[in-house]
């Protein structure tokens, strides 16, 4: 896809699909029980003690990573990473929405948490797929990660996980203290942590082609 006006209109449009169904993902997480993947960790423990929705809780938290990475990066860092702002204000919109949309689906079994569970890492892992393939803006989460690997000899792999661990280790510390038990972080979240990756790399390819054609 080449940078044109109307071919980056069409990245753009690429991106936003690519946020709800990234936010169907979450929701599905979220309803499944076995804990959410480990970027969205963190605000959902956050919306179950205070005052904040889900999707509240991840704007405010890519506000912050966006201001770590202008701290991180100061003279190196690209205004045009500020669209990160308004993608995380879209973003937290449509988990809230997800999740509003989603409240009356209740797996009610062990392996139907784990279809609903299969279901959430699938639909994030096809949301980043098209977020890659739209190649606009990163969010702040990958935004992070990547001031982080440039400004320390870190590669992106470690630096990832590294990142997914200073996201799970607050939220079980902060479930623990205020609800008295491990919120948000299960056996789900690592497979998250898994799989979403992978099912990423394999939608990936099928997307490269559409996007020659999305973009002709």
């Given at each position: 896809?080449?940078?044109?006006p109307?071919?980056?209109?069409?990245?753009?449009?690429l991106?936003?699909?690519?946020l709800?169904?990234?936010?169907?993902?979450?929701g599905f997480?979220?309803?499944?029980?076995l804990?959410?993947?480990?970027?969205?960790?963190?605000?959902?423990?956050?919306s179950?003690f205070?005052?904040?929705?889900?999707g509240?809780?991840?704007i405010?938290?890519?506000?912050?990573?966006?201001?770590?990475?202008?701290?991180?990066?100061?003279?190196?860092?690209d205004?045009?990473?500020?669209?990160?702002?308004?993608?995380?204000?879209i973003?937290?919109t449509?988990?809230?929405?997800?999740?509003w949309?989603?409240?009356g689906?209740?797996?009610?079994?062990?392996?139907?948490?784990?279809?609903?569970?299969?279901?959430g890492?699938l639909?994030?892992g096809?949301?980043?797929?098209?977020?890659?393939t739209?190649?606009?803006?990163?969010?702040?989460?990958?935004?992070?990660?990547l001031a982080?690997?440039?400004?320390?000899?870190?590669?992106?792999?470690?630096?990832?996980?590294?990142?997914?661990?200073?996201?799970v280790?607050?939220?079980?510390?902060?479930s623990?203290?205020?609800?008295g038990?491990l919120?948000?972080?299960?056996?789900?979240t690592?497979?998250?942590a898994?799989?979403?990756?992978?099912t990423?790399?394999?939608?990936?390819?099928?997307?490269?082609?559409?996007?020659?054609?999305?973009?002709?």
């Amino acid at each position: 896809m080449s940078r044109t006006p109307v071919n980056l209109l069409k990245r753009y449009l690429l991106l936003a699909v690519g946020l709800a169904i990234m936010a169907f993902g979450v929701g599905f997480s979220i309803q499944a029980g076995l804990g959410t993947s480990p970027i969205s960790s963190l605000p959902y423990v956050l919306s179950l003690f205070t005052p904040f929705t889900v999707g509240t809780a991840t704007i405010a938290m890519h506000v912050t990573l966006i201001l770590l990475q202008i701290l991180l990066l100061r003279k190196q860092y690209d205004p045009i990473q500020l669209i990160q702002l308004p993608v995380a204000l879209i973003f937290g919109t449509l988990t809230d929405f997800s999740v509003w949309m989603l409240q009356g689906l209740t797996p009610g079994s062990y392996p139907m948490q784990w279809v609903f569970c299969i279901i959430g890492i699938l639909l994030v892992g096809v949301g980043v797929s098209f977020e890659v393939t739209a190649d606009v803006v990163t969010l702040a989460g990958e935004g992070m990660v990547l001031a982080v690997c440039k400004v320390f000899p870190v590669p992106f792999a470690k630096g990832k996980v590294g990142f997914d661990i200073t996201l799970v280790v607050p939220a079980c510390v902060l479930s623990l203290i205020f609800l008295g038990y491990l919120a948000g972080v299960r056996e789900g979240t690592v497979a998250a942590a898994i799989c979403v990756g992978l099912t990423a790399k394999q939608v990936n390819r099928p997307m490269k082609r559409f996007a020659q054609r999305f973009g002709d």
